[in-house]
């Protein structure tokens, strides 16, 4: 085959029937979408791996994609191409996203040109791939749908993942008290690092009690939750007056006790990156941009795969002992 004909084609990770992780099939000769009207094409150098996208591929999720997609949001990399009518970028540029259309498990993708970002010299690839949904979803949590203040507490529930770190380092750069859980020590040390005041062992049995002794009688104001089906019942009873649970991530159902609500008139609400419009998401970009800029936002990279390891990167988000910074994938 001539270098020419070969050239059009790149590899893909390819999902052609809803399933476990066994489904997500690397090709090695997917045709490199074209970028068009407002659309550009990005030469992909990280993927970031969320765990949405294990339940839109398992088919257990509100939003099913049309089979066969290619899975992935959160690309950063250079732009090889522009479609018409774009005049933000051009071919070089070094950006991230936090949509793509032709899908970021791919050497190439093609995204809506309002979806992407120009990626500051201050971090690499596999930062800008820790950006996209991860620090939106965290600062809609915080302000648009949690209404934090300065000076309130926010607990953040599983900290040490994507989102989770994401959210202290926003809360602790916005003047809030920030305390946090983890797995394990070694994720309990990186909450630490990332702007947390305190941190908790989730997987000690008396954890609950430690947070409560430490909050006295006040309680939190906020608590951004990233399984909810374990710990929506204890944060109702961890919220201050008028206290809010954000609910981040869920895994399936939980019974709750609908009291616990009326003895503080506190309130749980549900946070949907997918539902922001476009007002509130260029409020997110414009936070995000500023806070990379300032040097406070610094995207912790934890496990990296190669794109044929895609099956086993989405196996271990879900399995892992505790999470440790954001997981990509490096075609």
């Not at 997110?284 to 390891?309: F, H, M, N, Q, R």
Request: one cysteine or more.
């Amino acid at each position: 085959i001539t270098m020419a004909a070969t050239r059009n084609v790149m590899r893909a990770v390819r999902v052609f029937e809803f399933g476990g992780p066994e489904v997500l099939k690397l090709q090695p000769d997917v045709l490199i979408p074209d970028p068009k009207e407002n659309q550009v094409l990005i030469k992909v150098h990280a993927c970031g791996v969320n765990p949405v996208e294990t339940y839109i591929r398992s088919g257990n999720y509100a939003r099913k994609p049309a089979l066969p997609y290619t899975p992935g949001s959160d690309v950063a990399g250079v732009i090889e191409g522009v479609g018409q009518h774009v005049t933000a970028f051009k071919k070089g540029d070094r950006v991230f996203t936090i949509g793509t259309i032709s899908g970021g498990y791919a050497e190439y993708a093609v995204a809506a040109a309002n979806r992407v970002f120009p990626l500051s010299d201050k971090l690499d690839f596999r930062q800008g791939a820790a950006i996209g949904i991860p620090y939106f979803t965290a600062y809609r949590a915080l302000f648009q749908k949690g209404r934090a203040k300065a000076g309130e507490s926010v607990l953040v529930h599983g900290a040490s993942g994507g989102v989770g770190i994401a959210t202290c380092q926003i809360a602790r750069a916005c003047g809030l008290k920030v305390l946090g859980t983890a797995g394990t020590e070694e994720g309990m040390n990186m909450v630490l690092r990332n702007g947390a005041h305190q941190a908790f062992n989730h997987r000690e049995a008396n954890y609950i009690d430690r947070i409560k002794e430490y909050t006295g009688m006040e309680g939190v104001d906020i608590i951004v939750e990233m399984l909810s089906n374990i710990n929506l019942a204890t944060d109702l009873q961890l919220l201050s007056y008028a206290g809010r649970v954000m609910v981040v991530g869920c895994r399936g159902p939980i019974e709750i006790n609908p009291r616990d609500t009326m003895s503080k008139e506190s309130s749980i609400t549900g946070v949907s990156l997918f539902l922001a419009t476009e007002e509130e998401r260029h409020e997110c970009a414009t936070a995000i941009l500023d806070g990379i800029e300032a040097g406070w936002l610094k995207p912790t990279v934890g496990s990296e795969y190669p794109l044929e390891k895609a099956a086993k990167a989405h196996e271990d988000i879900i399995h892992s002992s505790g999470a440790r910074g954001k997981m990509v994938l490096l075609p």
